[in-house]
């Protein structure tokens, strides 16, 4: 099974404004996320996807990055065809997207992944982070059902999955024809826990500002 992994990046943030290639903590998220995961010893290729020449131009500093330019539509998009037209330009049978807004997933972290998702053939998998706390409906109904847990202590609620951007990997195929990544039932994705750091998503200036902090720091 080969794994093609591809890197998706835009100017357009609407949250965020910029965030892909403004400083952050002495370099930029696009650098962090090209430079790490072009060191996949789990993935054929790593790609790179983008319209705007800024980004184009900050991936051609690093070796061995496939370049792909998206359309104006793709980059400018929302839907899934749109958005994702340029996958028909990858060979490979299936796709890791990895979220340069994640930049404190680890390389190891990664490729276990990958190679937990290659053992065991599944059809799709996404990243995800356990969670241990009270959760409403929107009818207010109760969605933890652990009745061991009812003191109001967490620690004693079985964990709930939280959706981590950090990477998805999908069926290039079905992408393209069915324009999804998976079908939502048992194991379409499997999901695969990550630590709640590395699944940290840069999503608001907050998050930008937290993010650049913690990085740094990290780095002393």
Known sequence: ????????ARMASQRCKRKNLRPFAGTNLV????????KSREISRLYFAAYEDELISCAKAFHGVTIVRRTKESAFGEDIPTVLSYVKEIKEDFIAFIDSS???LRLETFDDAMSHFKRNSFKSMMSVSATYNWYFDDQHNLLNKDAKALGGNTKMLKPLYKASAAFLVANRERILKEHTYWSLTKDDPSLYVIDEREAFDIDTELDFQIAGVLYTLSRK
């Open 1 to 8: 099974m080969e794994i093609a992994g591809v890197i998706q």
């Open 31 to 38: 650098s962090i996320a090209l430079g790490t995961f072009s």
């Open 102 to 104: 994640t930049p404190f």
